[in-house]
């Protein structure tokens, strides 16, 4: 009884816990984005992009490119302006120092990951053998985003509905209209599998 | 859990008293409710803005313990629920239960608050009172049966379906049953109301519903609201795919008689049916009533807007639904990212620290037929300390792709809300 009672008195008089996973700068700016791409951008559907361990050059482009219409999307477009007034360097600063977690979206035909491999080689061009992109060219990750969100991103790519006029994607966009639509699928079935 | 198990909880619930167990490190699941002196949140209502703000609580100051109300065992989604009346989706798809919440260390109670004592900083429940340091209010909307003669004595067979579970079902199964070449009839209070789209969504599922499985039958919606309340031109647009639709503006329903099968209008107009769903008027919870948290519309509550506080009683937040004031629509994204920014707010308060600045954000998708969806997004911004508006943004048209992202987004927002 007496070890328990000092148990007590301790957690009686210890003081207000450590800094919690919300006090880093950017943190509860952040938490807007959570309700479509998880807690610390960790996104568990098929469709939006894991934002955790976003390269922070890669973050603000996106933000840029959608707050100013230039990447068309009325889901993103009002809140890439809220993220710009809300600071963005911060919050890219919070979503790059989170650990990233692939997606654990599987493709429906399991055997998409394995023609996709076998296609791929197309995409290592920039994109490296690892996926891993390059920043000093302004290439990104691939891997493990949701197969759901490359697949798109690809097809925005192939129509030229993804930021039009950009310089730096024309390479990519060329790329794409070579690329059969079932393969694109194929070929975000095996990046998001790459780890 | 039963009445002693309860009462022993709520008896036994003294820091002290359940400390022993704590400490000892095993022994009932009463120990689990060791209070620390000063560091207890009390959340009622386990719905988009309650279930959001009890795990964001944890999350920014895992050493705050947070204790959640909710009568209901399950949580079911009331976006994504017009679909079950349409046989798109079942209703266990979008049921789930609180136990990823407690995992994040929430204390889930299935209990109903009954009474609120601010000065006291108590919650009642039954005749039992579960001390707060600060209270965390998330109680919906309560249904204003009295504002429809007749209403209030047929609550069993009016159905409203607009809290997802049995009566959503109930609907569902009334619509099949309807015979080809019947009337079902929808009615739509006057704003403020849950869920501005709502209606008109289920207008398209009911619709899409009819035209494929009863094709003889007609949709009949009488709106309170001169107008489509929210998405006008996309709904409009989607409408002109089912010609079985006659919506009738500024038809405001005063009264019912299930046994005649019929609705009266405000103009006195009388409109037969054979399924109806009649959703009644609202206001703010009723715990949010009887505790005086309403303004003098005695309807909805006032709140900082930084900080969800409410205008009327200190150390009492008030979230979702139940609000007014803010420029913002009463829909489970608002409530979910206004969880967030109370518990934020909460930790802060509680830790004597700056409370951040934060907005909400809001994503709404509406079902236009089986595979197509439109959407409304709003932003927003502090600005001196009120919440404005930064942009509205439409779909230019209805989509599969939005109909892609909003199956996203519900995944998304409900593993943010229950862990």
């Known amino acids: 009884?007496?070890?328990?009672?000092?148990?007590?008195l301790l957690l009686a008089v210890a003081g207000p816990a450590a800094a919690g996973p919300l006090d880093t700068p950017g943190a509860p700016q952040a938490l807007v984005c959570s309700a479509c791409h998880g807690f610390g951008g960790q996104s568990r559907s098929n469709t939006m992009p894991i934002l955790a361990g976003i390269a922070p050059w890669y973050f603000k482009k996106a933000i840029q490119d959608y707050a100013a219409g230039k990447r068309p999307s009325p889901e993103m477009e009002p809140y890439a302006k809220m993220v710009l007034q809300s600071g963005v360097d911060d919050i890219a600063a919070y979503f790059a120092a989170q650990a990233r977690t692939a997606s654990p979206v599987k493709p429906d035909d399991p055997a998409a990951v394995e023609r996709g491999r076998a296609a791929a080689v197309q995409c290592t061009l920039c994109h490296g053998v690892s996926g891993k992109g390059d920043p000093s060219k302004g290439v990104p990750d691939l891997t493990g985003q949701p197969p759901g969100y490359l697949r798109n991103q690809m097809l925005l790519f192939k129509a030229d509905r993804r930021s039009p006029g950009?310089?730096?994607?024309?390479?990519?966009?060329?790329?794409?209209?070579?690329?059969?639509?079932?393969?694109?699928?194929?070929?975000?079935?095996?990046?998001?599998?790459?780890? | 859990m039963t009445q002693s198990t309860r009462r022993e909880f709520l008896r036994t619930s003294s820091w002290a008293g359940l400390g022993l167990f704590a400490a000892a490190g095993c022994a009932p699941k009463v120990a689990d409710f060791a209070q620390k002196p000063?560091?207890?949140?009390?959340?009622?209502?386990?719905?988009?803005?309650?279930?959001?703000?009890?795990?964001?609580?944890?999350?920014?100051?895992?050493?705050?313990?947070?204790?959640?109300l909710e009568p209901n065992k399950e949580f079911v989604s009331c976006p994504f629920s017009n679909l079950v009346l349409s046989g798109v989706r079942t209703i266990e798809s979008l049921t789930f239960n609180y136990d990823r919440l407690r995992a994040q260390g929430v204390k889930v109670l299935h209990e109903t608050a009954t009474m609120i004592e601010p000065e006291a900083r108590r919650v009642r429940v039954?005749?039992?009172?579960?001390?707060?340091?600060?209270l965390i209010v998330s109680p919906g909307v309560e249904f204003q049966w009295d504002q429809v003669e007749g209403l209030a004595a047929a609550q069993d067979r009016v159905l409203h379906a607009w809290k997802a579970g049995p009566q959503t079902v109930e609907l569902a199964r009334q619509l099949q049953a309807m015979p080809d070449g019947g009337v079902f009839v929808l009615t739509i209070p006057p704003a403020a109301y849950r869920c501005p789209p709502g209606p008109y969504e289920r207008t398209c599922q009911v619709a899409w519903y009819l035209k494929n499985s009863k094709p003889k039958s007609?949709?009949?919606?009488?709106?309170?609201?001169?107008?489509?309340?929210?998405?006008?031109?996309?709904f409009r647009a989607a409408w002109a795919n089912y010609p079985n639709i006659e919506y009738r503006g500024s038809n405001k329903v005063v009264k019912v008689d299930p046994g005649a099968r019929e609705v009266t209008t405000e103009l006195g107009d009388k409109v037969k049916y054979d399924v109806l769903n009649l959703i009644p008027p609202q206001r703010a919870g009723t715990i949010a009533v009887t505790a005086d948290l309403v303004g003098a519309d005695k309807r909805w509550c006032e709140?900082?807007?930084?900080?969800?506080?409410?205008?009327?009683?200190?150390?009492?937040?008030?979230?979702?639904?139940?609000?007014?004031?803010?420029?913002?629509?009463?829909?489970?994204?608002?409530?979910?990212?206004?969880?967030?920014?109370?518990?934020?707010?909460v930790a802060s308060l509680l830790n004597d620290k700056p409370v951040p600045t934060m907005a909400p954000g809001n994503?709404?998708?509406?079902?236009?037929?089986?595979?197509?969806?439109?959407?409304?997004?709003?932003?927003?911004?502090?600005?001196?300390d009120k919440v404005v508006q930064i942009e509205q943004k439409l779909t230019p048209g209805q989509s599969e792709a939005w109909a892609q992202n909003a199956v996203g987004w519900a995944n998304s927002i409900w593993q943010d809300m229950l862990g």
């Open chain 2, 363 to 384: 994503t709404c998708y509406s079902w236009v037929s089986d595979r197509e969806a439109i959407a409304v997004v709003n932003s927003y911004k502090i600005e001196g």
């Open chain 1, 166 to 195: 950009d310089e730096q994607l024309k390479a990519v966009k060329t790329l794409m209209r070579t690329i059969p639509d079932e393969q694109i699928a194929d070929l975000a079935a095996y990046w998001s599998s790459v780890r």
């Open chain 2, 218 to 234: 007609k949709l009949i919606v009488l709106d309170a609201n001169p107008n489509l309340v929210s998405k006008a031109a996309l």
């Open chain 2, 126 to 134: 039954g005749n039992d009172a579960l001390p707060y340091d600060r």
């Open chain 2, 303 to 345: 709140v900082n807007h930084l900080t969800y506080e409410s205008v009327k009683h200190k150390n009492i937040h008030v979230i979702g639904d139940s609000t007014i004031g803010l420029p913002v629509p009463k829909s489970g994204n608002i409530a979910n990212a206004m969880g967030k920014i109370c518990a934020v707010a």
């Open chain 2, 38 to 68: 000063g560091r207890r949140v009390v959340v009622i209502g386990g719905g988009w803005g309650g279930a959001s703000a009890a795990k964001y609580v944890r999350l920014a100051d895992p050493s705050i313990e947070v204790i959640l």
């Open chain 1, 1 to 8: 009884m007496r070890v328990t009672t000092s148990l007590l």
